[in-house]
């Protein structure tokens, strides 16, 4: 439960998390996603997901990229890759945000504090 906590632990992380994932629907789902050949322009839809949830997605995608010696990009299931990064770079990103929500709960607690301000006299 504690794990889970950090990754949907504050407003501001889920608000994160249902962007990144929308995001990713739309990037994945090809009815949803315009391509080039339609004359929109917008020929990669996986760049919003993938700047969404970054430096987490680039790191993994990075990590994958070495694992596999590069060869992951002719399989098959590539875009199943593709979103375990981007996934696993925005639950690294949630948990950084749920973290700097508490640390700032913290000091705005600390700061707020009855014997901070007996202190300041």
Same mark, same amino acid.
């Given at each position: 439960?504690?794990?889970?906590? &950090?990754?949907?632990?504050?407003? %501001?992380?889920?608000?994160? /998390? *249902?962007?990144?994932? +929308?995001?990713?629907?739309? *990037?994945?789902?090809?009815?949803?996603?315009?391509? +080039?050949?339609?004359?929109?322009?917008?020929?990669?839809?996986?760049?919003? =997901?993938?700047?969404?949830? /970054? =430096?987490?997605?680039?790191?993994?995608?990075? /990590?994958?990229?070495? +694992?596999?010696?590069?060869? &992951? %990009?002719?399989?098959?299931?590539?875009?199943?890759? &593709?979103?375990?990064?981007?996934?696993?770079?925005? /639950?690294?990103?949630?948990?950084?945000?749920?973290?700097?929500?508490?640390? *700032?709960?913290?000091?705005? +607690?600390?700061?707020?504090? =009855?014997?901070? *301000?007996?202190?300041?006299?």
């Amino acid at each position: 439960m504690k794990v889970v906590h &950090w990754f949907v632990g504050s407003w %501001l992380s889920r608000i994160y /998390l *249902a962007l990144v994932a +929308a995001a990713t629907v739309f *990037a994945s789902v090809p009815s949803l996603a315009r391509y +080039a050949e339609d004359g929109s322009g917008y020929s990669h839809p996986d760049i919003l =997901p993938t700047a969404l949830s /970054l =430096p987490g997605s680039i790191l993994l995608l990075t /990590l994958v990229g070495r +694992a596999t010696g590069g060869q &992951w %990009l002719s399989v098959e299931g590539v875009q199943w890759m &593709w979103v375990g990064c981007v996934a696993g770079g925005a /639950l690294i990103n949630a948990a950084a945000i749920t973290g700097v929500v508490a640390v *700032a709960r913290r000091l705005k +607690a600390k700061l707020g504090s =009855p014997s901070s *301000a007996a202190a300041e006299r």
